[in-house]
């Protein structure tokens, strides 16, 4: 019996010296088969723990017990940069920001709902025969492959499998390829100034899309280019819109010299010459350059749903397969579940078995408060916590046992109401005889778990050591801890000096009417000016529909005096000039872009060192120091700061440059030194080492110079001055993002400007919420309006004006539930967003 105690299974993950990014040598014991939290400020390491170290060492370890063949075809990770790591189970990852979707991409097949429902109209549905058009009632013809009868015309046919239904292979429909838009050419972007003559590039395409000499070649059509478009005749308005492509005899003269050359040449009308600019198109760019001459409409044969015609035919109970997919989830269940008792007899278990599996993954995505999404909406549309909702339903449905499932901060984009289906989904998974370890800071969810890990104290170099740690009783009354405070509930509070009721809309207002869209009924919005106002409401409201896609395009247009967006109805917005969204997207996709090109700050720097003795006398000018096209840039790198190695079988790793240790830079780079004012020449701080410090060390070295100094305090005071300078910027996490975008607007006037934040608390500790509200309110007090969409109770209680939405998601929201104070919000009964306030 001893001995069999002596083997008992192990119960908790052994970490010893861990070092990945800010880690220093941590060493923890994680319990398995329990709710693990892992807290701490923004840049402690409490990612770097979760997916850095046990999420990275559970997948590798998986994967390499794979054979050889198999890990050829995936990407792989390299070791974690940790002694030891001991009982860890296979591991998966649902990361914070889960990639937007492409444009196939629907609510149904991020789900994978639709293959359920494909299957079913495959199956169990009334085909229509190609030949007369009559419906052949269901049968098992197309389960066992078989022609079916057409009852009216006895001819035979086949039915169409799941795949025939899908609009992204055999389903598709042929004009918009399965997209359900289309773009068509807007002619009157073509001509925007009709004062302007054809020669002084009235058409807007042939000078941008297409080659100068056009406007010769419709002049030899016979159209007047001299005199001002709107004078032109019907005639030759036809002709520049869309005359025929016709070749004609040009006599050419160049732009440089005198020289003339005779030129045969196709004319191509305006019309045509941006569909053939549109059809070459390969990147984001260049779809950019045509896309000012386009519309993008609904696609006039699928009306929208990207199937064929042929896909739309078959019918269940009477319904097609586009009417189902318009469906919201909690209507496409509801149907889906009477279907099998409609069917005869013997077709029923088969429906059943499909229609199980639909619900099956229906239920999950329903707890996770996502009844109101309907299943053809575009995945690209779904805001940053539905996304993350349908990515944790999907990992659930699975039922796994024993595997470490690792959260990203899954309460992102969460109203409290919608926090109690998340906890439930996690007690799934621990029910399952799985493991959950989750990185958070909501503290409503941090007390829900069974063991509390605290990172901290500070950020970045001041990080990466384990505060405290054990039940949330116990880490609450732990003095060293800085979470336990707001897990014991103090501090409920307003952080900012709040505007009194009466002088609200002293300042003006914003308003704005608006028609449907998306799931938001007509509106009238009135936000006051020169005041921090919350957008809030349960998950699927309409928050983002109204800010992100209502407001700020309308206000965009109205201050650029382009007409406003088809719902809009009428915008009243005297007065502002600028409308800045903030959202969390990552800065830079290249690696060569750091915090201190980012802020900028690296210009100056470049500046002041080739200022210096040493670089004078090396002939170095301050192009020289750039690590992107100068001469002192690592030449192993190419002033990348890492290299790729591509090993045979293995993942390719990258590692930090042999030859400048990540610096960047070449080894002449270390002979210049940069004297602070009245110090000797060749004394003080290289570049090289100026960009390893972090904002608040080099704010020491670089007092001496005023405009280097002034943008490093604006990090400061934002709460990024643990970031090191040369840090690269696509990695920093969404908060710290919204952050750094916000360093060029600070410390000018904004009386003109309107500020969007899109959840700007994501990944924020309640300690970072402070800093981040008192960046509104120096935002405010510059004279800017500031807009957040926000589910944070601290930001909401610290606003000015709140708009809630709701009152429910989807179909039982998308309407202003309640406006004024926060204290008038929470007095209001109907309010969900009130109780919890």
Not at 115 to 133: E, K, T
Not at 178 to 185: E, F, N
Request: glycine fraction near 10%.
């Amino acid at each position: 019996m001893a001995v069999r105690a002596a083997s008992a299974a192990p119960d908790h993950i052994e970490v010893r010296g861990a070092r990945v990014h800010n880690l220093r040598d941590v060493s923890v014991d994680v319990p398995l088969n329990e709710l693990v939290a892992v807290a701490g400020v923004s840049g402690s390491g409490k990612s770097s723990l979760a997916l850095g170290v046990l999420y990275a060492e559970g997948s590798r370890r998986y994967l390499e017990s794979l054979s050889t063949y198999t890990r050829r075809r995936m990407t792989q990770a390299g070791h974690a940069a940790v002694d030891d790591v001991r009982y860890v189970p296979a591991a998966l990852a649902l990361h914070q920001r889960p990639a937007v979707p492409g444009v196939r991409s629907t609510f149904g097949t991020m789900s994978e709902l639709l293959n359920s429902l494909r299957l079913l109209f495959s199956r169990v549905a009334s085909h229509r025969c190609p030949h007369c058009g009559s419906y052949a009632p269901p049968s098992f013809a197309v389960a066992l492959d078989q022609p079916i009868v057409c009852p009216a015309c006895g001819e035979r046919f086949f039915g169409p499998g799941a795949e025939d239904l899908a609009f992204n292979s055999g389903g598709a429909c042929p004009t918009c390829e399965g997209t359900g838009v289309v773009r068509t050419v807007n002619e009157a972007a073509l001509v925007p100034d009709e004062s302007l003559t054809i020669d002084e590039g009235a058409v807007a395409p042939w000078g941008s899309l297409m080659w100068d000499l056009m406007k010769q070649v419709c002049g030899a059509m016979g159209v007047r280019t001299d005199v001002p478009f709107r004078e032109l005749t019907p005639e030759e308005r036809d002709i520049v819109f869309h005359g025929p492509a016709e070749k004609r005899h040009i006599l050419y003269k160049s732009k440089k010299g005198d020289d003339f050359a005779e030129l045969d040449f196709t004319y191509y009308n305006a019309v045509y010459t941006v569909e053939n600019a549109l059809s070459k198109v390969k990147d984001e760019k260049g779809l950019k350059r045509v896309s000012r001459f386009l519309t993008e409409g609904p696609c006039p044969d699928c009306g929208g749903t990207r199937l064929s015609d042929a896909a739309r035919a078959p019918r269940v109970a009477g319904i097609s397969l586009d009417a189902a997919a318009a469906m919201t989830l909690s209507d496409a269940a509801a149907w889906v579940s009477t279907v099998p008792a409609g069917l005869d007899a013997e077709l029923r278990p088969m429906a059943q078995s499909i229609c199980e599996s639909f619900l099956h993954t229906a239920r999950r995505l329903l707890d996770l408060g996502l009844g109101y999404l309907a299943l053809d909406r575009a995945g690209s549309t779904l805001s940053t916590g539905e996304r993350q909702r349908v990515q944790l339903a999907r990992a659930v449905r699975n039922r796994t046992t024993g595997v470490l499932y690792v959260l990203d901060e899954p309460s992102i984009g969460l109203h409290p109401a919608n926090v109690d289906g998340l906890l439930g989904v996690m007690r799934d998974l621990l029910a399952d005889g799985n493991s959950v370890v989750m990185v958070d800071h909501d503290a409503h969810i941090l007390a829900e778990a069974d063991h509390l890990i605290e990172l901290g104290p500070g950020a970045g170099a001041d990080g990466g050591r384990v505060v405290s740690q054990g039940t949330v009783a116990e880490v609450a009354a732990d003095p060293a801890s800085r979470i336990g405070p707001y897990l014991a509930g103090e501090k409920d509070r307003a952080l900012r000096p709040r505007a009194e009721e009466g002088e609200l809309f002293d300042l003006g207002r914003i308003a704005l009417g608006t028609g449907t869209l998306h799931t938001v009924r007509p509106l009238h919005v009135e936000v006051p000016r020169g005041r921090l106002v919350a957008v809030t409401g349960v998950s699927g409201s309409g928050k983002t529909t109204l800010v992100l896609e209502t407001l700020v395009p309308a206000l965009a247009a109205a201050a650029a005096g382009e007409p406003l967006p088809a719902h809009v109805r009428w915008v009243d917005a005297e007065g502002v000039r600028r409308v800045n969204l903030i959202d969390a997207t990552p800065i830079g996709i290249n690696v060569r872009s750091t915090v201190a090109t980012y802020a900028g700050v690296h210009d100056e720097l470049r500046r002041a060192y080739a200022r210096t003795e040493e670089a004078r006398a090396a002939g170095y000018k301050a192009g020289d120091f750039s690590y992107n096209t100068g001469c002192l840039r690592c030449p192993t790198c190419d002033g990348t700061g890492e290299v790729s190695l591509d090993v045979q079988f293995l993942p390719d790793v990258d590692i930090p440059c042999p030859d400048c240790r990540g610096s960047r830079y070449a080894p002449a780079a270390d002979g210049v030194h940069r004297p602070r004012s009245g110090e000797p020449a060749g004394t003080g701080l290289t570049l090289p080492q100026l960009m390893a410090l972090s904002v608040d060390e080099a704010l020491d070295a670089c007092s001496d110079l005023r405009r280097v100094a002034a943008r490093l305090q604006v990090l400061h005071d934002l709460g990024l001055g643990y970031l090191t300078l040369g840090e690269a910027t696509p990695a920093l996490s969404g908060g710290e993002a919204q952050r750094l975008k916000l360093a060029s607007e600070m410390g000018r006037a904004q009386d003109d400007a309107v500020f969007v934040f899109d959840e700007p608390t994501i990944g924020l500790h309640p300690l970072d919420v402070r800093t981040l509200l008192g960046v509104f309110q120096r935002l405010v007090e510059a004279g800017a309006t500031v807009l957040v969409v926000e589910h944070d109770l601290d930001v909401i209680r610290s606003a000015d004006y709140v708009i809630d939405m709701g009152p429910g998601g989807g179909e039982s929201g998308g309407r202003i539930v309640c406006a004024g104070t926060p204290e008038q919000v929470a007095a209001c009964p109907e309010s969900v967003t009130g109780r919890y306030l």
